[in-house]
């Protein structure tokens, strides 16, 4: 694929998102008006919303989690935006990369000054079984589903063939999730706002309660592997291997260079942009790497003229723990195959050589699955303007990465972001 | 809204769509590959599908349709288009219509020379009464949806208000289905390739066969005020003023004008893209007028530097025989309020003043609704390009136009085509 320059240089100007959890009260319309007023109060010089010029909302499935189709408008009208336009993009849980993408090619073409890129997912409504059923939908219905698959069986087949190939362990897997919920404990906004060592003790206090036998866990890895407290889903991705099912909403604000200065004296240039899509899981000759990603990265490193050994900060797509690992070789930041080791030497920490997922990642910080890409957005915009509070890691952050993949990675997108 | 020069220019060279219809035993890949074979043929110089460097697809629910999401790169892959990036638009009924404004942005900001543009939906695997529910989550399921709205009486609601406001007689929305029939009957690829009077013929053989009573009507407008034949669907909607349910796929091919040549020595020019949005239809001032459709051709002529005079050929989105009036007034075609006189004295017909759906339109080609929009492409094309056969009309069509919108007219999107 060919990588060709933009018309135009595009620039983040603002960055938000919802609480993530759980709310039986609200609606995508409520978390996005949330996610709305936390992007505006984090632009410098100020919003004044009629300055928008055109909505992107990355959204997987409102329809079937919310029984609400034609979604876009609604954001708009809930934000006082109509006339402007509104559009949805669907790219399962890659929707707001890839919306950020559109967004980003829009301004490019010179069609608009200013484009709010959102995304929203309102997952809680249904029955467990039922959300994961809707996201089964994001495989191949006629050749995958029939045969039995939802997602945590997907990326448990890639953890399989991944641990055959490299004989990587269960306990790299944990040192994820581990490294996640390290981070996610220093995000006021995580949905699993806590260690797993906090875990562990919330969980001994319940027991005490209740009267229960108090657990004698001698440390975090001894809690991974205890079959109760962190039940198998999908040999050999555990509960804690796996994202939660979440709420949320996020909303970045793009504009083109040139005016970037009206609204901050310190804009986040994105410079490389990538997109690729790959056929379905059972059609592959290789389970161990996501080709969509690796493309996409691809095309992002040379549009931006970089290398992997750049990046300060990534945002990957935990959306399982393996998931992490597949993507920090896919990026180039480890060699196939070395990403398991790269975990368990915590390379990847907030203080590591690269570190990976300073917000939580999916795994903590939680998964709504359509918001989910522009909630990375969020957390490079932090860390590159020294804003992460505890979290912010212990060096400059000129360039970041985010990368964002739907279903069994059929869809890639990855973007990199410069602060001059 | 402000108008701006998009980077660089942007042509179509190629149009194609599958047989719409009902098609059991087809699914919306087998749909979209026939859509591309067609579109393929299309192009004068030849396409090498490996030049094609992204694909949008329209399409408004496969979720809800096909129990399929993540549909991009499932068309992707069914075309060997992998890995270049699939990315879904959806804005309802105006899904593919964005996605060729998505398409147009995308190849003008730089990033690709080459665009697919598509649209897909198979209706017809649910019972009737499921797509009338899936549909009606195109309103607003909090506020509209609980009254009992559905599609029809949405579009009631706003023929019933025309007609008080304006005076305006069921005979003027019959004269909409009639001349819409009449185009389609020339189109081999409409759901219904009939006119009324045929499918009055059509009843009095089927009636013959079966040993009924022959019915008597003396011309196509007692047919069309006969309750049996032509049933009330929802005052003063009856039957024939109601598009159907459709399967079927569309695809458009866009390249920068920089390259046009490569493909073909008569492109087809876009010069005018405009997209807005509304709030749903019970927020309204006013019914009869579709604010969202008024600002998208606004944008579309300041951008084109052209008025609705200039038009010579427009496909608009009669989802319903009101539609088509509105929308012609809400183009500027004609004044508010003259729409319903305009369809009576046939200025609309294929050799009146005004040409409008030439194709058929929605009421007899077909809606398959993520799909209709790049549809209206695949007409002015061929209108333009004097490849229109029987239904070519009797003038030069230098400059075209499409209007597809989007539920109740909360997105609605306008393209302006020009043969230089």
Redesign the interface.
């Known amino acids: 694929?060919?990588t060709?320059?933009?018309?135009?240089g595009v620039a983040v100007v603002g960055v938000g998102m919802s609480q993530f959890g759980a709310f039986p009260e609200k609606?995508s319309r409520d978390l996005f008006v949330e996610a709305f007023r936390d992007m505006r109060g984090s632009v410098d010089k100020g919003l004044d919303p009629n300055d928008i010029?055109?909505?992107y909302i990355g959204n997987?499935?409102s329809?079937?989690f919310?029984?609400?189709?034609?979604?876009?408008?609604?954001m708009?009208?809930w934000l006082g935006?109509?006339?402007?336009?509104?559009?949805?993009?669907?790219?399962?849980c890659a929707s707001s990369g890839?919306a950020l993408?559109?967004g980003?090619?829009?301004v490019?073409?010179?069609?608009?000054?200013v484009v709010l890129v959102g995304g929203i997912e309102k997952m809680t409504n249904l029955p467990i079984a039922e959300v994961t059923d809707?996201l089964a939908?994001?495989?191949?219905?006629?050749f995958e589903i029939p045969a039995g698959f939802t997602f945590p069986g997907f990326y448990a087949a890639m953890a399989t063939a991944y641990m055959h190939k490299y004989g990587a362990t269960p306990e790299a897997l944990m040192k994820v999730a581990l490294k996640n919920h390290d981070n996610g404990a220093l995000n006021a906004k995580a949905q699993f706002n806590s260690t797993i060592a906090g875990v562990m003790a919330a969980k001994k206090r319940s027991a005490e309660k209740k009267g229960r036998p108090i657990p004698t866990w001698a440390d975090e890895m001894e809690f991974l592997h205890d079959d109760r407290a962190n039940p198998m889903i999908a040999w050999p991705l555990r509960l804690f291997d796996c994202s939660p099912v979440t709420d949320g909403a996020t909303a970045v604000l793009l504009v083109s260079e040139e005016i970037a200065k009206q609204f901050t004296d310190d804009p986040i240039h994105i410079i490389g942009?990538g997109?690729?899509?790959?056929?379905?899981l059972h059609?592959r000759p290789d389970l161990t790497s996501l080709?969509?990603a690796k493309?996409a990265g691809q095309m992002a490193y040379a549009m931006a003229g970089i290398t992997p050994k750049d990046i300060k900060v990534a945002e990957v797509h935990d959306c399982f723990t393996i998931a992490e690992i597949i993507a920090s070789e896919d990026l180039g930041f480890f060699a196939p195959g070395a990403g398991h080791e790269a975990a368990e030497e915590g390379l990847t920490a907030r203080h590591g050589s690269q570190p990976i997922n300073t917000s939580g990642g999916l795994k903590s910080k939680g998964h709504p699955v359509g918001a989910s890409g522009a909630g990375q957005v969020v957390e490079v915009f932090k860390q590159m303007r020294g804003l992460a509070g505890e979290r912010q890691v212990d060096r400059d952050v000129d360039l970041a990465l985010t990368h964002n993949v739907?279903?069994t990675g059929?869809?890639a997108?990855v973007h990199i972001y410069e602060r001059k």
Chains 1, 2 share one sequence.
Do not use: C, F, W
């Not at 939908?137 to 006629?142: I, N, Q």
């Open positions: 694929m060919k060709r320059k933009l018309g135009r609606n010029e055109a909505l997987y499935s329809d079937l919310e029984g609400q189709g034609h979604t876009a408008p609604i708009a009208d935006l109509t006339p402007r336009p509104a559009t949805r993009i669907e790219d399962a890839v993408r559109q980003l090619l829009a490019a073409s010179g069609a608009y000054d809707t939908t994001a495989g191949d219905v006629l942009s997109q690729a899509s790959d056929g379905a059609d080709g969509a493309h739907g279903g059929q869809t997108v």
